[in-house]
């Protein structure tokens, strides 16, 4: 059961995810402390200036109107990075590959898949070897993995 959740976590797509979540995260702080830093204060400003600017009173309500403009601002800011430089190159990569102008990722030749398959088998009997290591155009002998 343990050796599943393993290898579960070390899969590369939950890495893959680990990583786009912290990236994320700060990427998310970076644009709420330029909201905080600079949005608010000039919708502040804006709207009549000092403490009470970007807000109004109503029945002893207060509505900041301003917090919410900046937040408004904050995610379209977040969601036109994310497009420009995320998806847009996606999208245009996908559209070479469909053309066939750029090919998609290598995959190994049947003679690497073999060489990694005898050197996984050398190593569960124990008889070491590694990668092997004598080049292209050898001979392995029957018996002789």
Known sequence: MLKGF???LLRGNVVDLAVAVVIGTAFTAVVNS???????PLIGL???GGELGGTFTVNGQTFTWGAFVSQVITFVLTAAVVYFLVVLPMKALIERRRRGEEAGPAEPTQVEL??????LLRSQQGLGGGPDRSGPGTTTLPGQL
């Open 34 to 40: 330029f909201a905080e830093s600079f949005l608010t």
């Open 46 to 48: 804006v709207g009549g």
């Open 114 to 119: 073999l060489a990694e398959i005898r050197d």
């Open 6 to 8: 393993k290898d579960f």
